[in-house]
C-alpha cells in the first residue's frame, strides 16, 4: 500500500521555529493534512494544502509541499511550550476513501 | 457544541471478554471511522461507513465487528478473536466520504487494556 513517512522525534528551543518533515508516495493524492494529537486525546486537525499550492500560511503555521519531491513540511513559527505534541502528516487517497497517516513526530519543546 | 463523543476513555477486558466503544457524533456527518493506535506508529483503519446501514473493513478489521443503526452512531465492538487488543482506539467523522477534500474530525479516544 502507499505510505507516510516521518521522523519520530524533534526538539526544539522555545522561540525557536520547528520544522516537521514527511514524505508520501501516492501521486494522485489531491490533500495533505496536518494533525496534532496532545497527550491522551484525540486528533485535531491543523491545517490541510491542496496539492496545486506550492505554499499556505495561517499564523504561525508554513505548509509548504514540492510535490515533484513528495515531500511535505510543516514550520511553526516562535515555538511554545503548548506546541509539545505528535504532529501526524495525512494524505487522502482514492478520493477519500482512505486517509493514510504517518507514524507521527513527537515534538519536544524545551525552555 | 457539536462534536465526537467517545466513550469510555477508559476500558478493561478480561480474557474472552467482548467490549463495545461507543462514537457518537451530533455534526450531522454521512463517514464515520475507526482507528486503531499504537505507539510508534500511526493510526491504522479498522473500519469504515459512508452511510446508514452500510460499513468496509479496513486494513486491520479482523477480530473487530461494527454497526451503524444510526447516522449518529458508529459502535465498535472488540471481539475474544482480538487477541492483542490493547491499543487507543479513536473515532473520527467526515461529512462525506468519496471526495478529494475530506477533513477528518476526530473524537478524544477510548484506551484499552487487558486485565
Known amino acids: 500500500g502507499e505510505d507516510v513517512e516521518q521522523s519520530l522525534f524533534l526538539s526544539v528551543r522555545e522561540g525557536d521555529s520547528s520544522v516537521i518533515n514527511c514524505t508520501y508516495t501516492?501521486?494522485?493524492?489531491?490533500?495533505l493534512y496536518w494533525y496534532k494529537q496532545e497527550p491522551g486525546a484525540g486528533l485535531q486537525l491543523l491545517t490541510y494544502?491542496?496539492?496545486?499550492?506550492d505554499m499556505k500560511q495561517d499564523q504561525r503555521l508554513t505548509v509548504l509541499l514540492n510535490k515533484k519531491d513528495k515531500h511535505l513540511s510543516l514550520r511553526i513559527a516562535d515555538t511554545q511550550t503548548g506546541d509539545s505534541a505528535i504532529y501526524f502528516c495525512?494524505?487522502?487517497?482514492?478520493?477519500?476513501?482512505?486517509?493514510?497517516f504517518g507514524p507521527g513526530t513527537r515534538l519536544s519543546v524545551l525552555p | 457544541d457539536g462534536g465526537i463523543t467517545q466513550s469510555p476513555k477508559y476500558l478493561f477486558r478480561k480474557e474472552g471478554q467482548n467490549v463495545t466503544l461507543s462514537c457518537e457524533q451530533n455534526l450531522n456527518h454521512d463517514a464515520m471511522y475507526w482507528y486503531r493506535q499504537d505507539p510508534g506508529q500511526g493510526l491504522r483503519l479498522i473500519y469504515y461507513s459512508q452511510i446508514v446501514n452500510d460499513f468496509q473493513k479496513g486494513d486491520i478489521a479482523e477480530g473487530y465487528s461494527v454497526s451503524r443503526e444510526k447516522k449518529e452512531s458508529f459502535p465498535l465492538t472488540v471481539t475474544s478473536a482480538q487477541k492483542n487488543p490493547t491499543a487507543f482506539y479513536l473515532c473520527?467523522?467526515?461529512?462525506?466520504?468519496?471526495?478529494?477534500?475530506?477533513?477528518?474530525?476526530f473524537g478524544s479516544g477510548t484506551q484499552l487494556s487487558v486485565l
Open positions: 473520527a467523522s467526515s461529512a462525506r466520504a468519496g471526495t478529494t477534500n475530506e477533513k477528518l474530525f
Open positions: 501516492d501521486s494522485s493524492s489531491t490533500y
Open positions: 495525512a494524505e487522502n487517497e482514492n478520493y477519500g476513501q482512505n486517509f493514510v
Open positions: 494544502i491542496f496539492s496545486n499550492m
